[in-house]
């Protein structure tokens, strides 16, 4: 079963939408398997952003991850790369699908709410980067409802 890498943002967090989130990744069938509130290091964000370290957002990017509480977790399910950057929007809230969570709740793409892993490497390398690499699955009940 696929997994991949989430995080809730320091503004949905400040505004009040981890439940609202969650609850949107939860209802689509992917299963938490990891979770927690992390206060992001500059070291962690800096190790987390390394792809964008030459782009001219990097330092407003780092700024922002860093400026507050963020709830990082891992989500498991059929295509759960694909599926979870769907349920969150394209990059640009402006740009970001009716419905999903960045069209619904942003408008700036400096402040667009989640992250998700953007590939099978990048969710390896992050899902080890903000949780190890031994993260045990669990029997859900409604497995067999959602999962063929
Ligand atoms: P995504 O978060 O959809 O995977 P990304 O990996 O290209 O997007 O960029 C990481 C974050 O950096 C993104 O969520 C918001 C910020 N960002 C990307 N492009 C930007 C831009 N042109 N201006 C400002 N911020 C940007
Ligand atoms: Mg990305």
């Not at 407003?60 to 399910?77: D, F, K, N, R």
């Not at 390398?125 to 690499?133: A, H, K, N, P, Y």
């Amino acid at each position: 079963m696929e997994r991949t890498f989430v995080m809730i943002k320091p503004d949905a967090v400040q505004r009040g939408l981890v439940g609202e989130i969650i609850q949107r990744f939860e209802r689509r069938g992917l299963k938490i398997v990891a979770m927690k509130l992390v206060h992001v290091s500059r070291e962690l964000a800096e190790k987390h952003y390394e792809v964008h370290k030459e782009r001219p957002f990097y330092p407003g990017l780092i700024a922002y991850i860093t400026s507050g509480p963020v709830v990082a977790m891992v989500l498991e399910g059929t295509h759960a790369i694909q599926a979870a950057r769907n349920t969150m929007g394209a990059t640009n809230p402006v740009d970001a699908a009716p419905g999903s969570i960045r069209a619904d709740f942003g408008l700036e793409i400096g402040r667009n709410l989640v992250h998700g892993s953007d590939g099978p490497e990048t969710a390896a390398f992050e899902i080890g980067l903000w949780f190890g690499d031994e993260i045990p699955s669990w029997d859900r009940d409604v497995d067999r409802w959602i999962f063929e």
